[in-house]
Structure formats: C-alpha cells, structure tokens
C-alpha cells in the first residue's frame, strides 16, 4: 500500500491563515517508530470506536521507497470486515489516506506564490485509513481534512480564491479551531478570482519543450523496462506498453494484472491438490511440517523425539515443496497466499509473518537443522574424551585448578586431638572457554528451486566440524605449540613432557623384533615410580595407550594374546590396558612416539567445558531480515585445559 507521496494539500482548518502544505519524503525527515509497531489500519478516518479498526499495519513493513510512503496491511478476521478487504482484493477500494502530525514546518515560499508554502521537514504518521475518495490521484494516500483540497488540481490564484470561501464558510459555520491557544480570527472576505489581463505576446521556446518531451520519454521507457526486469515479464511485454505510450502508473497496474493472470493460470504447479485440514490447530501443523522436512533432510537419521512421537498425519506434506508446506501454513494461520505473487510468497516465508506471528519459518527450519546437527555431532568419534572430565562454567572468564596431589600425606595426631590441616597447592593451570562459529544460509534461490540438498549437507558438515573442533583443542594441549608431542608449556614453566623437570619421558620401541619391545616397561617404571611435589610416591598405574597412526598395528601386537615359542616370551600387557588410543593428529609430531597414561579416575588429565546449557554446538537465526535469504548462525562455545603432568609417561619410540 502506497500511505503517501508526499503531494501538495492547502491546510485551512485549524490554522489562521490557509497556507499550502507539503511533506518531505526524506527518510530523516519522518518518524516511523510508531507508524511501525503497528498502526491502526482505519475506515475513512472514523475513531469513534473498535468497530472502525480495519487492520493493522504489519510491524516493520513501513519504508520510502521511491519518494512513496510504503507498507504492507493486515486486515481483521472479523466478518464485518470480510466486505471490506474483499473489495480491496477485488480492485474495488483503492484509496487510501494517512493521518499523521506535524512536528516542524520549513518555509519554502517562492517571490511569485499566492499563498505561504511550507515543508514539513519531522512529522509523524499514526494511521493509515481506507477512503471513498482520495485527495492524491497519484499515491491515493493524503489525509483529506474537512476543508483541504489537493493543490495540483488549481493553479496558485485559484487556489487562493477557493481557499478563502473555505475560510468564509469555516467561519460562517461557526466551526471551531483545533489549536486551542489560537483565538477565532477575524471573517476573511472572499477574494475574487483574478481577472485575468492583456499580455504581451511570450515567444515559445519550442527546443527547450522538444527536449523537455525527448527526456520525459526516455525516462518513461526507462522506468517500464526496470519495472519489467524486475517482475520477470517478457520483452514482447515490455515492447507493447512501451509502443501504447503506456504511463509508468497505467505500467504498474498492467504488471500487476499480468502477474496475477498468469499465477491463476497455474494453480496446479504449485499445489497439485488442496492440503485440507479438519480439526488440526496451527501447532499442529508446524508440528507435522517438521516432521516431513526431518524425514526429507534426514532421511537416514532416527531421532529420538520421534519414536516417541512419531506423527502419522505429518505423512500429508511429505514429498511436497518447500515453498508449498509454507503457503498451507499461511492458509491456516488465516493468510491468502493464492492473492500473492511468488516474491511476496517467499517473502513471508523468509520473514517472521508466514505463520500469523505464532512461528516462522526460518525458526522451523533452524529447528530441523539443529536436530541434524547435533545427531552428526554425537556419533563423530572424539578420541580425547577417554582422557577428560567434562563440566560447565557459567562465564568466560580463566578456570583455575587446584593440585590437590601434594601435602596429603596422613600424618600422626599429636596428644592434644589436634589433626594436621591439609594445605592445598594452587599450580595456576588454568583455561577457559571461547565462541567458534560459521554462518551460512537459506536463499531465495533454494526455497524458489525446492533445493535443501545443500542445507542438510551443511549441517551434518558443520556437525562433523564441530566435534572436530573439539579434538583439534584437546590433542593441542599434548602436541604443543610447535607440534613437538611435547604439550603446552604448564604454569611451572616447563612442557607437559619433561624429562629433568617433569621426569616423565622415557626411551624404547614399543615392538621390537616382532614382540613388546622395552618402551612400554621403561613407561611402566616411570609411572610407577611417580611423586607428588611434596615426595611423595604416586604408584600410579598406567591405564590408556595412546599412539599415531603410525603405530596402530605395533599397539595391537603389543596388547594381544600371542601362543609363546617359549617359557618366558608370554606377552604381560594382555588385557593390561583399559583403552588403546589411535590418534591420527599425532603422526604430525613422531611416527614412533607414543604415550601411557592413568586412569582419570586417579588423577587429573584433561578438563573440557561448555558454557552452562549449551553443550555441543547449536544454529540460530539472525534477527536482521533479509529479502535475499536468511542467515543461520552455527556457534559453539568450548574450552580445555591440561591439569596434571604426572598423569603421563611419554616414550620416544626409539
């Protein structure tokens, strides 16, 4: 709906002295924040009451769009509107009015003008109202006060004359002002029309008006080959309202026409057969739509939701097109989109308002790709987790550990019951978490061409990489900034692995002529043989092999049951540890190192964390709305951190 077009209006009621007014179509010059949050959608200003509420203006519809005043309307459901918007679907209603007040004036009166001209530079709409007649033939959008006349109907000396017997009759009325500070003024005395007088002869400048009519046509063709461009008509199309010396108005009302023509000549491309539903709600709906794009994008997933609640009628939208599901959403909700064009249609669906304000369908497809998302995040195989404690933390601030290993020691309670206080060494080892992310999106391109191919691609994908995200943070810690397999630098100073610091790094192969080789019992001493700070022996004892790929035959040979070809060649670490871990990201660092490590039931490895109540990676929607797609957001927020270098043994492999 055009509101306005800013067209020139004589002001009389209400002022002392008429005037001509003109509004600024300048975006800066007009408050929209009210007109946007939903104004009133009026029958012929009236508001006397609710009956005279037609609609409502949809939230954040109003723009300038081409010097015009835009913005879309919601009518009631109310059967005494049902008339009304039905002659307006039909062409029958066509003008419209704005109300609006006016902040600041600036004058713009010429030497050669009848009457004061004044600008509206800050004015404000607060309604938008349906008319019989409409004062702007142009946009059928200015508000027609009881004594205003549109200016471009009248030269300036006309309308001077007729706005003084508008004065003379407002005053004869004994009509009253609507500025209340202002007293009634004086009667004006109608001046009579100017008589017209004896003038030279002008020459006409015939070129300038050639030219001026040359440029008018160019710009007409012009604007009716954008206009074609822009709503896909054809060039047969556009070269019949360009040789009908059609005006861009007439243009826009044939488009218009032909749009409408040729969607109602292909019902059956775009639905095939009516969806009816008898006695299900909107929830309902949503609820099975779901469900069909879950079996579309996902065909080879089970989600979990589901067997519980599996949804049988959700069989009725399946196969069925993306931007179709979307339309008998809009039917439901009380929408028509068999009166939309095909851009309005993918508008609405891109956009918060397909679904009555109950859901959108970006946030139904958000829904659909979380579920894949996080599916492929679970079964991606993490190798590190063996090694770790998982917990939350409610901030992005450092998490520091405390190293509870020294001054544990049991010591004698003296005479007097007093028992040794325990004295817990703060190491500084600390970490935190951190946001990762990737955006992609939802096109126009996908939701016109049914292609969500692409879409459930990307978010197993960004699942995947997820995981792998994960991974990549917790073996950093053990291949260290240089990937040496050496590990981070602790708060001590020195790496995870140390041999004179740390004394957790050893020789030997882990097979050696085809049996264990002295790698895994040089590891096994170490561990064993492990103190705390305070001197104290650990006995720790080895649990988890970790090796490169390099070495996963090597490890499996060094763990399995073997027939001895002698009393002493049986092979001591059958069953010996609870977990064999191939890692491939540690080939970067040795093709032959490899790691021991306790149990972390014993003693503190790793410690990962999310962010409280967002554990794994989930996709949200972008809030700004945009024409050309939505953007989906994937955003994980993680943190690791190594705590302790007596829980590992490291062998050089050689």
Known sequence: MVASTGAASVKIKGHPQPFIEELSMKPEHIRLGRYNRGAPLLN?????????????????????????????????????????????????????????KVHKYQDITKPDDVLKRRLAVDWEPFEVSLLPIGADAGAQVRAVGEYEVCAEEFGDATLAHRASELRFEQIIESRSLETPEETMPEPIVPVAAPVSQTRAPVEIDTASIEANAKKAERDRVQAIRELCRVHKRSPAFEDLLIREDTSIEKAREKVLVDLVTVQNAQPQTQAQTPIEVRGATLEDAIQDVECALEQRMFPNMEFDDRKANPRPAAQRFRGRPFLAMAEELMRIGGRRPETMSIDRIVDETLSTRAMAGTTDFPTLTQNVLNKGLRKMYGQQEQT?????YMTEVQDYKPVSRINMSGGLQLAAVNEHGEFPRTKFKDFGETYSVADYGREFALTRRLLINDDLGGMDRTAIQLGRRAADKESDLAWALLLGPTSDGLGITMADGFKVIDSTNHKNSTTGALISSGVVGSGLPNCLLKMRKQTDQDGNILNLMPSILVVPAALEVAAKQATMQVSPNAPGNTNPF???FSAVIVEPRLDAASATAFYVFASPEQINIIEAAYLAGMQGPRIVTQDAFNPQGVKFLVSHTFGCGFLEYLSVVYSTGS
């Open 574 to 576: 059958i069953n010996y």
């Open 44 to 100: 012929s200003h009236k508001q006397d009451g609710l009956a005279d509420v037609l609609g409502v203006v949809v939230r954040g519809s109003a723009r300038i769009h081409e010097g015009q005043l835009v913005n879309d309307v919601q009518f009631s459901r109310r059967l005494d509107v049902a008339p009304i918007a039905q002659d307006v679907a039909d062409g029958v209603i066509q003008n419209a009015s704005v109300g609006y």
């Open 384 to 388: 590190w987790r063996k090694l770790a």
